[in-house]
């Protein structure tokens, strides 16, 4: 089946999460214990939970716990999102990307967990 790496939704979530980080680069300094690290920390967090669901699909209730924590994540990084788009550290551009993006993992993550068979052993 091969790896979780191989998952569009993975390979998106990740895109997603290095873009977040270069853009949180430019972030204020005062920020960087609040929202920056919030936004970093729930972004990968999406990729992360990807990749533990894919190893335990042997375990169909495992695997989609997993990837309704990966959604959870992918919702509070669009929060972050608005959030740092209300703070104008994201330009109206970069914020539509971003979110457009996590809506786009949120639908595949949704069909992931609605249709699990497609993915576990």
């Known amino acids: 089946m091969g790896s979780y790496k191989d998952l569009i939704v993975f390979k998106k979530a990740y895109s997603l999460a290095m873009d977040i980080l270069k853009k949180t680069k430019f972030f204020p300094p005062e920020e960087k214990y609040s ?11 999406v990729c ?47 914020y539509k990307d971003f979110s457009h ?9 949704g069909s992931m967990i609605d249709h699990p068979k497609k993915f576990c052993k």
């Open 48 to 94: 992360v939970n990807i990749g533990e669901a894919y190893r335990r699909r042997k375990y169909e209730a495992y695997f989609v716990s997993k990837l309704t924590d990966s959604n959870a994540e992918n919702t509070e990084t669009e929060i972050w999102i608005q959030f740092s788009k209300d703070c104008k550290y994201l330009d109206e551009s970069d």
């Open 101 to 109: 993006r996590c809506e786009e993992v949120g639908r595949m993550l």
């Open 35 to 45: 929202l920056t690290d919030q936004i970093r920390r729930s972004s990968r967090s």
